[in-house]
Each structure stands twice: as structure tokens, then as C-alpha cells.
């Protein structure tokens, strides 16, 4: 989220849901090659797209999947990421953008694959144009979104074993994290915020998703009930007040120093039960507008905040 503003990132997030349900659809579910053997054998084909032989110059313009190429040791071949890739450190950044992505600019890297999370301005017919493979990670909804999105690039860069390992990781400990979660009478509830303008997401997101894996319910339902801001309503004062969640999860902290401090400045909130309580919990930006393998951190972040509440 560095160098965005939050209305830009749920603007973006809101077209990205909206938009790239076809693309989902269109992307891979099953590798067909002989891609879980140590030393993947190629061609290997992923959904419509074949790769004859492993790629050495990956393209990466979604920080989401390169967290996911370095998580699978195939960060030696990827040779340029997108400017919001801030992680691992090593990856190597450059100025290309994941926004408004230019065909000739990731050209000019002489890519043998690039790995995108959205279609914008038709970039995908633009580098099939110049003969460029790609593969696109949409923005996920699921958990299992996620995982099927590190299997496949398992698959395609030769990395098969080392994906199945990583997702059997998250996995494994996402249940042992929920596990000891207590059982409550009446479920406790939440404000999940992008950004100071109040733009939230839904229980249909897939941050929405891992709020219902802790057993919390959303605030925000009821504002996109019928779905047309694609899962990232925006709220109003009156509305966060009147709701008085139990929990407000800031995903604003880093990119617009929000904290408990400034939330309870806020008119009307000191009285809210998340205020009253000290449950303004500040997440990590980055790794909340994000659908890799940190998953596995956030979640901790916000079991350990719900555990505190006596059941």
C-alpha cells in the first residue's frame, strides 16, 4: 500500500473484485504436467497457459505473488517486480507499475514470464502480442484462492514440491491457531478499516474471509448487501457509531498513522465498546492488502486480539 492513498486502494480493490471474476474463472486449477516430481519436466500447462521450459526471467507486478515466488524458492529467477513489492527485501524492485502496467516497459526486461494480479488496459493481450507469457493471479476471496495461486506457480517455475510445502505449512498453521479459539454464546464483532475515509470490506472479500475463520461478525454486511461495491463499502461516522463494534482492525496504521489514539479523537467513538475496551488493534498495511504466505502472521495478529476477551 506504500504511496497510495486508502481511497485509491479501495477504489482499486473494488474494480479488481468487480472486474477480474472472468479472470479468476480463466486461471488454472490444476497443473497437468509432470510438475510434482523434484525436478519438474516441462512443458508444463496451467489452466490455457504452457510454459516448454522453465522461466529464469520472471516479471512479477503483484506483491501478493511475489511474496508467493520467493515463499516457494523461485526467487532466483524472478528478475523484476512491480514498485509496491516491498518483500521480501531481496526482490528486486523496480519503477514498473502494477496499476497502469506498460507493455513495452516489461518488455524491456525480457520477461519468459510475467505474473500479473489484474488485466488492466488489456495488458494481457499486449504482451501475448509480443509473445510474452503470462500468468494472473486475481486479487483472492479464499483462502483456497490462495493456495491454488501458490500451487500453480509452484508448477509453473519448477518449483512443485516446495509450493505443496508451503501451502501444507499455512494450512497446518491456520487450524492450530483457530483451534484453541473459545466458543462463544454470542459471536463478538468487528470494523475492519482501509483507510481514514472509512472504506471497509465485507464478509465476501477475502480479508472479510478470515475475520469469519475467527467466528466475528462484520459490520460491514449490511452496507454492500446487494454487492455493488464489490465487498468494500464505504461507511459513515454514523454508521461505525451506531453499529458500536467490538473490535476496529486498522489496516491504515503505516500508510495514515491511524492508531487507537486517533480513532478515539474521533467524534463519537470514544464511546464505542472497541474504544472502551482497548480493541483498536493496528495491523500491518501491507500484509492486509495482501493474499501470500504472511496470511498465516495476520491472522495471528487478530486470534491473539480476540483470545483476550474473556468468552
Sequence with gaps: MSGRTPRLFAATLAVAALALGACAEKAADEPTAGASSAAASYPVTVGSLTLDKRPEKIVSLSPSATEMLFAIGAGPQVSAVDDNSNYPAEAPRSDLSGFQPNAEAIAGKSPDLVVLSNDTNKIVDQLGK?????????????????????????????????????????????????????????????????????????????????????????????????????GYPQLSQEFIVKANPDFVFLADSKCCQQNADSVKARSGWAGLNAVKNNQVVALDDDIASRWGPRVVDLLRVIIDAVAKVPA
Excluded at 483472492?140 to 518449483?159: E, F, K, N, V
Design 130 to 230: 509480443l509473445k510474452i507469457p503470462v500468468y494472473l493471479t486475481p486479487a483472492a476471496t479464499t483462502l483456497d484462492d490462495s493456495y491454488r495461486q501458490i500451487t500453480d506457480l509452484g508448477a509453473l517455475t519448477g518449483h512443485a514440491d516446495q509450493a505443496t510445502d508451503v501451502t501444507t505449512r499455512m494450512k497446518d498453521d491456520i487450524a492450530k491457531l483457530v483451534k484453541d479459539l473459545p466458543q462463544r454464546a454470542e459471536k463478538l464483532t468487528y470494523y475492519h478499516e482501509l483507510g481514514p475515509e472509512l472504506y471497509s470490506v465485507t464478509s465476501k472479500t477475502f480479508m472479510g474471509s478470515l475475520y469469519s475463520q475467527v467466528g466475528l461478525t462484520n459490520i460491514a454486511d449490511p452496507a454492500d448487501a446487494d454487492g455493488k461495491n464489490g
